[in-house]
């Protein structure tokens, strides 16, 4: 299982993204152009030394990173936390090989990207609430899918 981040706005998000990868053992995806200048001191604050436990791949656009996963031959479903989502991520039987993608803190992903999913996933939130923070909602779903998965 992989997580991948869709042109990040913010270096700590994406640290503590990789510091859950690393705590996970997820490989981690950024598809640029990030907000910020991507590199590991731009997020070492959050993530600390554990970017350094990660198997990190730049892609230099969603293009790219849909080639990538082209080629891959592990790449398994691309599944969007989204608050557009029509499925509680509770209702969706994971798979070893998916890869859960977030999108921008500022915008999420654009309708070709929600297009090109093969799954779409929310988090149930209370009235008045609009969504949790990306690294957060991250790590809610990965913990749900490695529960699934019976990984200790």
């Given at each position: 299982?992989?997580?991948?981040?869709?042109?990040?706005?913010?270096?700590?998000?994406?640290?503590?993204?990789?510091?859950?990868?690393?705590?996970?053992?997820?490989?981690?995806?950024?598809?640029?152009?990030?907000?910020?200048?991507?590199?590991?001191?731009?997020?070492?604050?959050?993530?600390?030394?554990?970017?350094?436990?990660?198997?990190?791949?730049?892609?230099?656009?969603?293009?790219?990173?849909?080639?990538?996963?082209?080629?891959?031959?592990?790449?398994?479903?691309?599944?969007?936390?989204?608050?557009r989502?029509?499925?509680?991520?509770l209702?969706?039987?994971?798979?070893?090989g998916?890869?859960?993608?977030v999108?921008?803190?500022?915008?999420?992903?654009?309708e070709?990207?929600?297009?090109a999913?093969d799954?779409?996933?929310?988090?149930?939130?209370?009235?008045?609430?609009?969504?949790?923070?990306?690294?957060?909602?991250?790590?809610?779903?990965?913990?749900?899918?490695?529960?699934?998965?019976?990984?200790?």
């Open positions: 299982m992989r997580l991948a981040a869709y042109e990040p706005d913010i270096a700590l998000n994406v640290g503590a993204m990789l510091r859950l990868c690393a705590g996970f053992d997820l490989g981690f995806d950024v598809i640029e152009p990030c907000g910020f200048p991507f590199s590991i001191k731009a997020v070492r604050r959050s993530a600390m030394d554990y970017a350094e436990l990660v198997d990190i791949r730049r892609h230099t656009s969603w293009t790219a990173f849909q080639s990538a996963r082209a080629e891959a031959t592990d790449s398994g479903r691309l599944v969007l936390l989204t608050t989502g029509a499925r509680s991520y209702d969706l039987e994971y798979q070893s998916d890869v859960l993608l999108g921008r803190e500022s915008a999420g992903v654009p070709h990207v929600h297009e999913v799954a779409r996933v929310v988090i149930p939130m209370a009235p008045g609430a609009r969504s949790l923070n990306v690294a957060m909602a991250a790590a809610v779903v990965t913990a749900e899918a490695r529960r699934q998965l019976n990984v200790q």
